[in-house]
């Protein structure tokens, strides 16, 4: 008997609770059904919405206004505005849902902080004469939901709390705040003035080369990655917005100027004196008035650089899948090797001087990855003492398709434990990784041995 009672009372509150799920919670609407169901705050498309009003916790009131699909500030001053910014309130205010209402008719909208709101929207759609006006006061005690209204109506409702970072943005928040209004495709020239050193890098074709204080070949990468960063900076914050005394800021004599020609046109960027905090420089772009300050690291890493810097360290562009044609000119002799159509049709590596014969083609796939991966460590100004005027190996290469032959000569000396390379064309002289050198010289000697 003392076993059976507590049975019974388990089974008595089982079948309690199995009769509360049944006539209650059956009822219950889904919450997939209750999200479904919910009412929206406007009626409106994101699209639609031509002029927005926004005044923030601060109490900075912005306007702004849509042209040609692109959003400007119109008020306090007229500048451009961020786009993402503006359409996020945009497509924040069509989407808006009331999560629940909490009063229909409240005796104090003051509890719920909508007496002085904290955050304000407003915003005018497309063909419409009205202004919708949407107040937005406290979080809920739990900080998920806001309390909010719509000016002119009694009910108070609640809004999700996360929509906070969207709809609350001061006019610096809404503003365009890239540095540089560029278009990345259209950059033909940069030019990087640092003290007294200069650095011009011009596009040829889809190409970019150094053109002063040397004409060099560029690593691609690294110059476009120039125009990456000057068209991803944004201002941390303004500090003047009218003509301003550029000696105060250090931009009447700027640490770093960047020009950047489009055509026709040109872009110009001024860099001036650190801040106290040591963390951020002030900054101008020279078609503006304002002026700003902006991470410190972009001006000192781009003019710290220099032409060697933004050099091609890849000594040769043929890669062994486009070669068609090699030499090397080795111990006074040349080794001439030529890609060719076997009797099976497949492509195959044929030696057609001194002496013609196949050669083993795992070993030549070897030869030409340990030549065509050859890369530039450093640059000497001149190849004095390299030992490039008696070079150990002199290499020809005719690379691409049948329409479109290429052809790069490299000559390799060594002077010591030192390896130095000279492209032809290239000024000064490369030095190289000695032991990669070494194993490239292997590889030949296995081929022409």
Known sequence: MRGVRPFLVLLVLAAGLGAYIYFVESKRTPASEETEKREKVFSVEAAGIQALEVKSDTGERTKLK??????????????AADDTEASGIATGLASLEIQRVVEEKPADIGQYGLKDPRIELAFQADGATGTKRLLIGQKTPTGGDLYAKLDGQDRVFLIPAYLETTFNRGTFDLRDKRILKIERDKIETIEIVSGDRTLRLAKAGADWTIAAPVQARGEYSLIDGIVGRLDDARMSAIVATEKADLKSYGLDKPKVLIRLGMGSSQAAIEFGKTLDDNDKVYARDVSRPIVFTVQKSLPEDLGARTAADYRRKDLFEFRPFTAARIEFARDGKTYTFEKVKGQDGAEKWRQTAPARRDP???????????????????FVDAPKGTGLDKPVVVVSVEFGDSEHKEREKVSFGQAGDAAHALAEGEPGAAKLDAT???????????IIK
Request: glycine letters at 2%.
């Open 360 to 378: 083993d083609a795992t070993k030549m796939e070897s030869l030409l990855s340990a030549f065509a991966n050859l890369r530039a460590q450093s």
């Open 436 to 446: 990669e050198f070494t194993n490239a010289l292997k590889a030949l000697d296995e």
């Open 66 to 79: 849509k042209a040609d699909g692109a959003w400007q500030i119109v008020e306090p001053a007229v500048s």
